[in-house]
């Protein structure tokens, strides 16, 4: 790894507006970045309704020298023919990448996820599914802002916890040469990245996000579409500027981090696939 750029910025963090002002990160290293895990599962029946699915994974990623070990438990219980509800429970951790994969006194990140749901067989090929989940995040990684001024190749720490929670929902149906789905998630992810500081949105929070699909196989024709609605993703407003003489640069003047949202946004995708089949091979195209 070879560096000479300005710290890049962190989660909840603006792009940079201008290098000449930015601290510089020089750095010239070689280090490994392995990881290995390990798995194990067992399925439980105490009666012909009931599976009990429990397990445990142990990771281990060796530049920060630190281990996990990450329980599960997924209980799902068959109330009729048509009825399935499920309740899980899972702890996981992540290892670090991009800039904060340089030093080696972090820790890794933690989750630990709840999630109730079922399932409903409405009728012959169309099956319905609804849950509820919550996350709750430790040890993330945020960017310290006076070591980032005193110390740019040692800024990370691992002092921030967040959460992600809400309810999804999911209809699939296949009939003879249909088949779609339409699915629809409300969700929030926040965080704070100081003990004593205030909660914020992540970066990629969207509160609501609905996608239906849909294809229709007619002979060697195939139609397919798709659409996708969805909110905006938080940003942080810029509400001023300083002008600084001796660089001759402006300085944005910053608002609350990701205290606004740009526009939803909405997709419609189509499609349209043509095959051919010969005796060795096989010939598709293709319009989107």
């Known amino acids: 790894l070879a560096v000479r750029f300005p710290q890049q910025p962190g989660e909840g963090m603006p792009p940079p507006t201008n290098f000449t002002t930015l601290p510089l990160v020089e750095t010239e290293q070689t280090f490994d970045n392995s990881a290995s895990g390990a798995y194990a599962a067992v ?37 009729d023919a048509d009825w ?21 006194y972090l820790e890794p990140e933690l989750a630990t996820q709840l999630v109730l749901g079922a399932d409903l067989d409405v009728a012959d090929g169309v099956t319905a599914t609804g849950s509820v989940f919550y996350t709750g995040r430790q040890q993330l990684v945020v960017s310290d802002p006076l070591l980032a001024e005193t110390n740019p190749g040692e800024t990370f720490v691992n002092r921030g916890r967040g959460r992600s929670y809400g309810v999804e929902a999911l209809v699939r149906g296949q ?10 998630t409300f969700a929030r992810s926040d965080r704070i990245d100081d003990p004593t500081g205030a909660r914020r949105l992540f970066d990629f929070d ?28 938080p940003e942080t407003p810029i509400t001023g500027s300083v002008y600084l003489a001796d ?7 910053y608002g609350g981090v990701n205290s606004q949202r740009v526009e939803a946004a909405h997709a419609l995708d189509l499609r349209i696939d043509r095959s051919w089949t010969w005796n060795t091979f096989k010939l598709s195209a293709f319009l989107d």
Do not use: C
């Not at 530049?63 to 219980?77: F, K």
């Not at 399935?84 to 080696?104: I, K, M, N």
């Not at 969207?206 to 993703?233: C, D, E």
């Open 43 to 79: 399925d439980l029946r105490p009666d012909d309704k009931t599976t009990i699915t429990s397990g445990v994974r142990l990771d281990h990623y060796y530049h920060v020298d630190a281990s996990t070990w990450s329980p599960r438990l997924q209980v799902t219980r068959e109330l």
């Open 84 to 104: 399935r509800v499920r309740l899980a429970y899972g702890r996981y951790s992540r290892g670090l990448d991009q800039a904060e994969s340089v030093p080696t």
């Open 175 to 184: 009939r003879q040469n249909l088949f779609g789905w339409m699915a629809y």
């Open 206 to 233: 969207q509160p609501h996000n609905f996608i239906a699909l849909a294809a229709y196989k007619l002979g060697k024709w195939q139609f397919g579409a798709r659409f996708q609605a969805s909110s905006g993703t």
């Open 247 to 253: 660089a001759n640069v402006y300085i944005p003047q």
